[in-house]
């Protein structure tokens, strides 16, 4: 039996590990949803392949290539997949590093990150602080304190005539309605809803608009659509004029998610 094959892929094993951090590696096939959720251990959930969406009682977010979502302990969440996923997650008892607490975020995986990730996956699940896990473990903490966080979440609407709006667009982002027409749906004004958007989403309804369209970009770039199909679907005359604007909302350029 190989180390790999005695990795428990139950995540209430890695809760009480004797070390700071456990790796559990696990395999998800397309259009699996885990349901809502907690740990006693903050998580750092990576994608090897695939794309991750994750969404709490607050926001929803979008886990794309060569980046990682952040999640606090004792933070309900549910987790859907998107395209076969190989996924790792680190659980991370941060009582017992120095690693400086992070709050809920999506993350980049440096090119290091990744290797040690991947490196951690290949050890004992239970190792010794001195051993080449225990070490590779201190480097994964270093790096996940500097990693650079990304502007990949999409704020969610308590206000049920907002959450009415809100779920018709989730539902299909190229949706061209504008407030006036939502309304009826909504059952309240455009006033109201634009008030609503602000005070509630903390931004206009055409930036959360936005927002929404550029997670389903960032997901068709994620399974290889090349950036210009990407940029001609969501109403962009150019590729150009496309990845200036995803580039300004997301933190990151179209070309860094691409496949193609």
């Not at 076969?84 to 997650?89: A, G, I, S, Y």
């Not at 970009?217 to 496309?242: C, D, K, N, T, W």
Request: contains cysteine.
């Amino acid at each position: 039996m190989t180390v790999h094959d005695e990795r428990s892929t139950d995540p209430q094993d890695y809760q009480g590990l004797p070390q700071a951090i456990g790796l559990m590696s696990k395999s998800f096939a397309d259009g699996f949803v885990i349901p809502l959720h907690e740990h006693e251990r903050d998580q750092l959930l990576y994608a090897a392949g695939g794309i991750m969406r994750l969404r709490t009682e607050a926001e929803a977010w979008i886990v794309p290539r060569d980046s990682a979502v952040y999640i606090p302990a004792g933070t309900h969440h549910a987790v859907s997949m998107h395209g076969n996923v190989e996924m790792r997650t680190l659980y991370i008892d941060t009582a017992a590093t120095d690693a400086r607490r992070r709050d809920l975020s999506v993350v980049a995986v440096s090119p290091l990150l990744r290797e040690l990730v991947l490196a951690l996956s290949e050890e004992p699940m239970v190792y010794d602080p001195d051993s080449r896990g225990g070490l590779i473990a201190q480097l994964i903490e270093l790096e996940i304190g500097r990693a650079r966080e990304l502007s990949l979440k999409v704020p969610l609407p308590k206000d049920a005539r907002l959450q009415r709006l809100c779920a018709g667009l989730l539902a299909d982002p190229s949706d061209r309605r504008t407030l006036e027409a939502w309304s009826g749906v909504a059952g309240a004004s455009a006033r109201t809803l634009a008030r609503l958007f602000e005070r509630d989403l903390g931004m206009s309804f055409n930036r959360w608009r936005q927002r929404i369209r550029f997670h389903n970009a960032l997901e068709a770039l994620s399974r290889g659509v090349p950036i210009a199909r990407v940029a001609q679907q969501h109403g962009y005359r150019s590729a150009s004029a496309f990845s200036a604007a995803f580039g300004k909302v997301m933190g990151v350029p179209p070309s860094r998610i691409s496949v193609e």
